[in-house]
């Protein structure tokens, strides 16, 4: 599943820049004038009025999508004040596209990590107790490799991982690459061949339950 942003802001410029980056990026985005809950991560301007009573009042509510609030002041005051109201990150404007984009995947990671379930298309990841759970509500139990296989897909759909870098990351370095080609076959047995895609030459992404 693609994280979805979204995006709260009165300023044009700032909403059109924003919406060019994140697109670029591949990351599905709104864009609101107040914040909602739905999301897995929120970018506030903090040049829009209220936008830090906003944020308490969401945070109030139980929203507990991650926020990173764009502010042109940058004082430790300010930052202060943003994190009070509950914001998780804070990046002075201008900013460089490259800066937006990883303080994103920062905060895109630390929420997935946080989570006990991680949706998955129309399924979830179960991640207490190392399951997926389908559309029905049928459970698939997988191992804990299998599990933390998936759940490195997921977490990026969009990332194509060659198979070294999967090997490292879930396996570690003394496993082989042919360790992921098996594992891959293993959550392929349990949940249909397309849960995982190979990319030829270039190693494997996220799929879809059917």
Known sequence: ????????SADEVLITRLGELLA????????????????????IDRELAGSLE???ELRRHAVTARALVLSPIGDDRDQQAAKSAGADDYLTT??????????????LRRHIDNAETIPFGR???????????LP????????????????TLVARPTVIYPKAELRTKVFGTEASESTVDTYVY???KKLGHGVVRSVYRLGYKAGTIS
């Open 136 to 151: 029905k509500g049928k459970r698939i139990a997988l191992s804990v490799r299998e599990f933390d296989l998936l759940r």
């Open 54 to 56: 906003m944020l308490t």
């Open 186 to 188: 293993y959550l392929r």
């Open 94 to 107: 201008p900013f460089l596209p490259s800066a937006l984009l990883r303080k994103i995947r920062g905060l």
């Open 1 to 8: 599943m693609i994280p979805k942003l979204l995006v709260v």
């Open 24 to 43: 670029e990026a591949g990351y599905e985005h709104d864009v609101a004038g107040a914040g909602t809950p739905g999301y897995d991560l929120m970018i």
């Open 123 to 133: 399924a979830e990841l179960d991640v207490r107790r190392y399951e997926v759970v």
